[in-house]
């Protein structure tokens, strides 16, 4: 009897947790075969235990996320000497992110600026009808916001996605894709509307991207407000479930843009909310930049709808659609240095607080 009890043990299914101790191998395939179980045993034992099942009426239930063990990450620092490690650099991507803001600035600036003084100016009146000319600028505007959108769409949707929010299904997506959804909406009405009647409101179509500015930086601000007053999370925001205690605004666009954009996978979701839970210094960072963003998104946003319906209606529309760019740019090269610091700050409290203790 004992030697069957050891022999039933050694054939029990990994556990997830199990499955995220084990070392990976340079070998060891992507994903676990899903199929059938896998068994640490003798083939034949495994052939036994498989047929009796075959004519038993108890169902063997296994967490689904165990069988993606490129999803669990491992922590090999027990005694925590170091903040946990993000393992996600922006080094090694760097030319894709400027080849990506390049085709944005062309898509969202030079083209609506340029369709709009090019056929404006450079057609006679009769030629072109002013509804013509904003109808073609506004229909090649977003291209390539537009193709990443439906890429994103289906890096999150496919099959055995290896950026997938943790713990939510297919048709869940992500925060950053639900949030770019509503802005894109608004900024369709403003675009449909403003090239609806026979002389279109040239301020209206300079408003899209300061609109977007307004989604974004409102929905920042009241994520953190929630937040500081201890109001649990309305619904899921990415990995973070529904009633989960809330997370500063820009967490889960950090979480979302890197996942899939970026390429860090479902991976980066699980360590960014290991080393969130880890750092106080790390969750006191995100909070100030979530704040940082937020308000500048807002002021940005109202100062270029001040400047849009004061000024003379061509400089307005050069206005809308360059100063967002620019505040966003001025932003991140902030930003960036920022974080730099921070993080080599909290390294530094962190070993010197492990160092005393």
């Known amino acids: 009897m004992a030697t069957q009890q050891t022999s039933t043990e050694q054939l029990r299914p990994m556990t997830p947790a199990a499955t995220a101790s084990r070392p990976t191998t340079a070998g060891q395939a992507d994903t676990l075969p899903m199929s059938g179980l896998q068994f640490d045993g003798a083939p034949s034992l495994a052939n036994d235990i498989n047929a009796s099942a075959a004519h038993s009426t108890t169902t063997i239930s296994v967490n689904p996320h165990a069988f993606y063990p490129h999803t669990q990450i491992t922590y090999d620092d027990p005694d925590f000497r170091r903040p946990p490690p993000l393992k996600y650099s922006l080094r090694p991507r760097k030319r894709a992110i400027f080849y990506f803001w390049t085709l944005i600035i062309l898509d969202c600036i030079f083209m609506p600026i340029g369709l709009y003084f090019g056929m404006w100016y450079g057609l006679t009146r009769d030629q072109l009808s002013a509804n013509a000319v904003f109808s073609i600028s506004t229909a090649l505007l977003g291209t390539v916001s537009i193709v990443e959108y439906f890429v994103r769409f289906y890096r999150l949707w496919r099959k055995n996605s290896n950026c997938r929010v943790i713990g939510a299904k297919r048709w869940y997506l992500d925060w950053f894709h639900w949030n770019l959804s509503v802005g894109w909406f608004f ?156 993080l080599t700050k909290e390294y530094e409290q962190w070993t010197t607080a492990n160092f005393k203790a």
């Open 187 to 342: 900024v369709m009405i403003e675009l449909i509307a403003g090239t609806t009647p026979k002389n279109p409101p040239i301020r209206l179509l300079a408003m899209p991207a300061p609109t977007m500015l307004f989604a974004i930086g409102i929905e920042l601000l009241i994520v953190d407000v929630l937040r500081v007053f201890n109001v649990p999370a309305p619904c899921r925001i990415s990995s973070l479930p529904q009633g989960a205690p809330l997370r500063p605004g820009v967490y889960a666009y950090i979480e979302d843009i890197c996942a899939v954009d970026g390429s860090g996978g479902t991976e980066f979701r699980q360590r960014l909310n290991l080393r969130y839970q880890a750092s106080k210094a790390f969750r006191e960072m995100l909070h100030r930049q979530t704040l940082f963003w937020a308000i500048g998104a807002i002021v940005c946003a109202a100062v270029c709808t001040v400047i849009i319906f004061t000024i003379q209606r061509d400089a307005a529309y050069i206005v809308g659609w360059v100063l967002p760019f620019l505040w966003a740019g001025i932003w991140t090269a902030i930003t960036i240095p920022w974080v730099k610091r921070e």
